[in-house]
């Protein structure tokens, strides 16, 4: 069964840090691209980060670069998804997604599966 488990949202305060994880199951990690996504209340789900595991080339949402931090451990299948200095703008619901290359991912949209979300909320 494929499996894209997204944890570590909360409640966080403006300025603090959160490390996001989206651990993967039933598919051959390797051969994807993961990416994070984020929906704020009363929007379109946007574009944060995407990696593809195998070479680690990242692409970059508008306005992300700076705080964000995509990393991999291909041991545990797991990517990782680190903010720093979290803002109000950040609270929505953030899912991973998978797709058999960063292109697909990135530029067709072509997301193979999706996780579940996780929340993050942040107080100003």
């Known amino acids: 069964e494929v499996q894209l488990v997204e944890s570590g949202g909360g409640l966080v305060q403006a300025g603090g840090s959160l490390r996001l994880s989206c651990a993967a199951s039933?598919?051959?990690?390797?051969?994807?691209?993961i990416g994070w996504f984020r929906q704020a209340p009363g929007k379109e789900r946007r574009k944060v980060v995407g990696?593809?595991?195998?070479?680690?080339?990242?692409y970059w949402g508008d306005s992300v670069q700076g705080r964000f931090t995509i990393s991999s451990d291909n041991a545990k299948n797991t990517v990782y998804l680190q903010i720093v200095n979290l803002q109000p703008e950040d609270t929505g619901i953030y899912y991973c997604a998978a797709a058999d290359s960063l292109f697909n991912l990135w530029v067709l949209g072509n997301v193979k599966y999706w996780g579940q979300g996780t929340l993050v909320i942040v107080s100003s």
């Open positions: 990696i593809d595991i195998k070479d680690a080339v990242k």
């Open positions: 039933g598919f051959s990690f390797d051969d994807y691209a």
